[in-house]
């Protein structure tokens, strides 16, 4: 079968398409014949060995995938052999066809194409669970969501109107960018190259400011973000786009009682009974019209390393997905 597969720490240039043979799944385990693979910002890590997790080289990236159960190894209960699947898995996503736990994948909703699945699980779960779970966000509350049209960004736009939040509030980085972002449930929407989101904040809530923040760009829009936090915010990290990591300085947390919330949903692996209900509660709530992946990219598979420039350069929206 072909993988894209890095054999050293590379950019994505330096990913190589490679002949190998099909793996075999294992107790607990299918075998998914792969049609969409999504594509995140730690998948650029990872091959470049900049990721919390560093697998055992060569590897191939990839962390969700939809597609058709080909195989199921001993003790398999949930799947029978042709099943429309989506599936998170450590690694190996990129590929024509992925090893996943039984635990980490579910039946496709019916109505949701192999793109849409391919582009959920990563983005929502961590969206669910950064607002839902650590963001303790609660109804009527204002939410600031900042790279708002980007896949996590746009699933945590959606998540936050679905979940009852009052303003909703997105930062872009680009005007054209604005639209989307409204149309996909966010009140309001500030560039934050031309304007002030702080300013922006304060005057669409009286100066109170947000009581969750969405962060995942992390350097200075965290930094700043401590300016338009509300009492008691929740300032939710939820990763670092900007490359940059963000100083919070202790003191200021203390006057302004607010909190500064970290978010690795990978962490949350050993509680699969939390993540099994997330999955559920998200499902309902695409079942029900209230979420809609949003695909801003679609690439073959052998295109790999311009689906990465496409995503690193910021240009993309929503999710981007990779094709055999």
Not at 68 to 73: L, S
Not at 110 to 126: H, I, K, N, R
Not at 238 to 256: A, C, D, W, Y
Not at 266 to 278: F, H, L, P, T, V
Request: with cysteine.
């Amino acid at each position: 079968m072909k993988a894209i597969r890095a054999h050293e720490w590379c950019g994505p240039r330096d990913l190589v398409i490679d002949e190998i043979d099909q793996p075999q799944p294992g107790p607990n385990q299918i075998l998914i014949r792969v049609n969409s693979a999504g594509l995140n910002f730690p998948d650029l890590l990872i091959i470049s060995g900049k990721y919390q997790y560093k697998p055992a080289l060569p590897f191939s990236p990839g962390f969700e995938v939809a597609g058709t159960v080909e195989k199921i190894g001993p003790d398999v209960k949930k799947f029978v052999t042709g099943q429309s699947v989506v599936a998170q898995v450590a690694v190996g996503g990129f590929a024509e066809y992925a090893i996943a736990d039984e635990s980490n994948a579910h039946a496709k909703p019916d109505g949701m194409s192999d793109d849409e699945a391919a582009a959920f699980p990563l983005v929502y779960q961590t969206s669910y669970f950064g607002l839902a779970y650590r963001g303790a966000l609660q109804k009527d509350e204002t939410v600031l969501v900042h790279s708002a049209a980007g896949g996590v960004g746009l699933s945590a736009i959606q998540i936050a109107r679905a979940l009852g939040a009052g303003k909703i509030i997105g930062t872009v980085g680009s005007d054209d960018k604005k639209p989307l972002v409204r149309d996909h449930g966010a009140d309001v929407v500030v560039n934050y190259q031309t304007e002030d989101f702080v300013a922006v904040v304060k005057q669409e809530t009286d100066g109170r400011g947000a009581d969750v923040i969405y962060d995942p760009v992390g350097g200075e829009i965290g930094e700043r973000s401590t300016k338009c936090i509300a009492f008691e915010g929740r300032l939710v990290i939820i990763g670092f786009t900007s490359g940059k990591f963000s100083n919070f300085v202790s003191n200021h947390v203390l006057v302004k009682n607010y909190s500064v919330i970290g978010l690795h949903w990978g962490a949350y692996r050993n509680k699969s009974e939390k993540i099994e209900q997330g999955w559920n509660e998200l499902r309902a709530l695409y079942e029900k019209g209230s979420l809609k992946p949003v695909i801003g990219g679609r690439f073959h598979m052998e295109q790999v390393a311009d689906a990465m420039e496409f995503l690193a350069s910021r240009q993309a929206v929503g999710k981007v997905v990779l094709h055999w």
